[in-house]
């Protein structure tokens, strides 16, 4: 049965929502050749229509949705100076009041949550039930900061001296970014956006202008990282730098700041792996690796790794093969002729990747594994995944997994941020904490093994923020703080009361919980 877009999700009618709640955000340009609408850039305390437009594709199946206006440099210096000055006034504004305009925001986004998780839909190929989770995970975790606040400002914190920059990736537009910003506001600070790139564009323009409108100084910046970095990370106005991330971008952030005392937390990828050893819960294992194919392993929380006690291989091969092969893909939106508005969406674990460039990356690691003498034990296909009758389908990636990649190949030591997961076999528990700790550092790890002291006394030496005994570990909501070890996180960790700490000021010589060259402090309990 050929396949139909679900009534009422097609990418004009999702655009028109967007353009009737925030028309002051959007240029219509009717007589376009493309037909594209163009984004403004919130700066200087509007809408603005400046900065070169570029096509945004989706990568559901690459149509242009909008133009992006790329802001210069130039242009970028002036919205950081009025942000620095909307800061000095936002800082001496009473808590109380602080509180009040964002709780106005929180209502004000909250009717439109579903419009919000659409845009996510098209613009990040994000399925429904996750994107949804994504604008909820946002608006409830800052309505629990905002009972919290108080607490968390006790015995004199007060705001940085100037906004928050914040560069973030595309994967997390609302739960990452809007729920930082909102909170960051809620300390007491101004607060400046980029807009990635690659997707998310319309769900933070729609965001941003509700938040303006009821007073909120949030200033949102599109270009490209190269040029506006210098100003987004070096502006001597900017008090900190939020950044989200990869390794190599992050890097960069982290060199710009290497001659400044500017307070920064810059997440950076890192390699989680799951560690197999002297286990044999398997059903309650494959409930856990089901769940962490969500979004195509697309966050810095998943675990592409699998590092496995030899004598168990076999065990933990016919438990994980199946979940691999029922993984659910495809267009997010595709429904069959029985479908009816009322109807839930597809309900699937993960759409494309975010760019069909992406997914030719991730194919040529996959292959130049296994020209290297990776053993392929699964290669999904796209053959039968649910797809619209002639849809472009060049970035989507099907499931894969590779036994023993080489150690000179990119999966041995680097976060593939896509549905491959590779396998190493070892012998001894010292080769096995080598094998999870193969890219110095990682945000997350977790071991599976029947005798949790000793799995307790592994985790030890593992060089992972979070450390899961029998479960999985995530970024966490609300109270849980979230960092990462060795080069997957530099500066203040967050999460929890330490978001707050991050982004105020306490008593002089204080020493924040994080990974800096001078020191690195954990919180307890984590």
Not at 130 to 150: M, N, P, Q, S
Not at 172 to 193: D, F, K, R, T
Not at 232 to 238: F, K, S, T
Not at 474 to 484: K, T
């Amino acid at each position: 049965m050929a396949l139909r877009l679900a009534d009422g999700t097609a990418w004009q009618e999702t655009l028109a929502r967007a353009v009737e709640t925030a028309p002051e955000a959007f240029d219509l340009e009717p007589g376009r050749p493309d037909g594209a609408v163009t984004l403004r850039n919130l700066i200087e305390g509007a809408w603005q229509s400046t900065g070169a437009p570029t096509a945004v594709r989706t990568p559901v199946d690459n149509t242009v949705l909008v133009n992006l206006p790329r802001l210069d440099a130039e242009s970028a210096r002036s919205a950081v100076a009025f942000a620095a000055a909307e800061h000095r006034d936002w800082a001496a504004t009473p808590l109380a009041d602080r509180k009040a305009r964002v709780v106005a925001a929180l209502d004000a986004l909250t009717p439109h949550r579903d419009l919000l998780a659409l845009l996510l839909v098209w613009e990040i190929g994000k399925p429904w039930r996750l994107a949804c989770a994504d604008v909820d995970r946002a608006l409830d975790g800052v309505r629990w900061y905002v009972e919290e606040i108080d607490r968390m400002l006790a015995g004199g914190r007060e705001p940085l001296p100037g906004p928050v920059s914040n560069i973030a990736s595309w994967n997390y537009p609302m739960s990452v970014l809007v729920h930082a910003e909102l909170v960051q506001l809620l300390a007491g600070n101004a607060v400046i956006a980029k807009t990635p790139s690659q997707g998310g564009a319309v769900c933070l323009t729609v965001a941003h202008a509700l938040m303006r409108r009821v007073g909120l100084p949030a200033t949102l910046v599109s270009g490209s990282g190269e040029e506006l970095s210098e100003v987004l990370v070096r502006a001597p106005e900017i008090g900190a730098v939020a950044f989200v991330g990869g390794r190599s971008n992050g890097g960069k952030v982290a060199a710009a700041l290497l001659d400044t005392d500017k307070r920064h937390m810059i997440e950076q990828e890192g390699l989680n792996a799951w560690g197999i050893w002297e286990f044999s819960q398997w059903d309650m294992l494959a409930t856990h690796l089901k769940k962490g194919f969500e979004y195509g392993k697309q966050r810095c929380t998943a675990y592409p790794r699998f590092v496995v006690q030899r004598d168990l291989v076999d065990q933990f091969l016919d438990m994980y093969l199946p979940v691999v092969r029922s993984v659910r893909f495809g267009h997010p939106l595709a429904v069959d002729d029985t479908w009816s508005p009322g109807d839930p969406l597809p309900d699937l674990d993960f759409g494309p990747l975010i760019s069909a460039g992406k997914a030719d990356e991730l194919r040529r690691k996959v292959d130049e594994a296994v020209r290297g003498g990776a053993i392929p034990l699964y290669r999904g296909r796209l053959d039968g995944a649910p797809f619209l009758p002639g849809q472009d389908t060049s970035a989507y990636v099907a499931p894969s997994v590779l036994l023993a990649p080489p150690g000179r190949s990119r999966l041995m030591h680097a976060e593939p941020f896509g549905p491959v997961d590779t396998i190493v076999v070892v012998d001894t528990e010292e080769e096995l904490l080598a094998a999870m700790n193969a890219s110095n550092g990682a945000l997350v790890a977790s071991l599976a093994c029947d005798d949790e002291e000793k799995a307790a006394k592994l985790a030890v030496d593992l060089q992972a923020f979070k450390v899961g005994i029998n479960r999985p570990r995530s970024r966490g909501d609300r109270a849980e703080p979230f960092g990462g070890r060795g080069a997957s996180w530099k500066g203040a960790f967050v999460g929890g009361d330490l978001l707050v700490q991050a982004v105020t000021v306490g008593e002089p010589g204080e020493r924040l919980y994080g990974n800096f060259p001078e020191w690195t402090a954990l919180p307890p309990n984590i």
